[in-house]
């Protein structure tokens, strides 16, 4: 048997360190940066957010977790280069999949993020297989294929999460256990509209928009 290392592009990125920002390897950001959503599962979008210096557009290839309703981002890397673009831009950015969608994202807070890495964990199974599933949890969280509701809680603050543009401060319910945000919409569209901003709480079910 060979004792060679194997390559590390036939294993996920590692996020699970238990510190702020944990940026991806340079042979990672590569296959990003030349593969984007191509190659990538169902759940792939485009996240393209100003710069905060440069004012520049910013491109991440990105999963999007669908729950209860609603998208939300989970940044694996934790106090990543776009968190830090979508909090200075007031959370507006454009989704790209099946066309340009220009949202504003919303941060959830810390004690509701767990429900969506549970999320992001389940679907983990349908995209790839119990398999790579149990690689991503591994790699991308520090944990066990399924971990218990307070494991997932330790590792929350790690992972800053945000919400598609439906959601707002008023329509959160207080949690128990790993209960989501609440399901129930009252979403308020025609202030969405007052500030300029579009409305797509699924972001790959809706038609491209022209012009």
């Not at 959830?108 to 119990?130: F, N």
């Not at 919409?185 to 901003?197: A, I, K, L, V």
Request: include cysteine; charge should be positive; charged fraction near 30%.
């Amino acid at each position: 048997m060979s004792g060679r290392t194997q390559s590390p592009i036939w294993r996920p990125q590692d996020y699970s360190s238990r510190v702020a920002y944990r940026p991806p390897a340079h042979w990672y950001r590569r296959i990003n940066n030349h593969l984007g959503v191509l190659l990538a599962p169902r759940d792939a979008v485009t996240l393209e957010v100003p710069g905060r210096r440069s004012g520049k557009p910013r491109r991440t290839p990105i999963l999007r977790t669908p729950y209860q309703g609603e998208d939300y981002l989970v940044a694996l890397a934790g106090e990543s280069e776009w968190v830090r673009n979508v909090r200075a831009a007031a959370g507006r950015a454009v989704i790209r999949r099946r066309g340009e969608h220009r949202i504003c994202l919303v941060e959830i807070p810390q004690q509701e993020r767990p429900a969506v890495i549970a999320e992001y964990l389940r679907r983990g199974v349908e995209r790839s297989g119990s398999r790579a599933a149990a690689k991503q949890a591994r790699f991308y969280f520090g944990m066990n294929p399924d971990p218990s509701p307070t494991e997932i809680r330790a590792v929350a603050t790690y992972y800053p999460c945000f919400g598609s543009p439906t959601r707002t401060a008023g329509h959160r319910r207080r949690e128990r256990g790993l209960a989501g945000p609440s399901a129930g919409r009252r979403t308020d569209r025609r202030h969405q509209q007052r500030r300029g901003q579009q409305t797509w709480p699924q972001w790959n079910d809706r038609p491209a928009r022209k012009g």
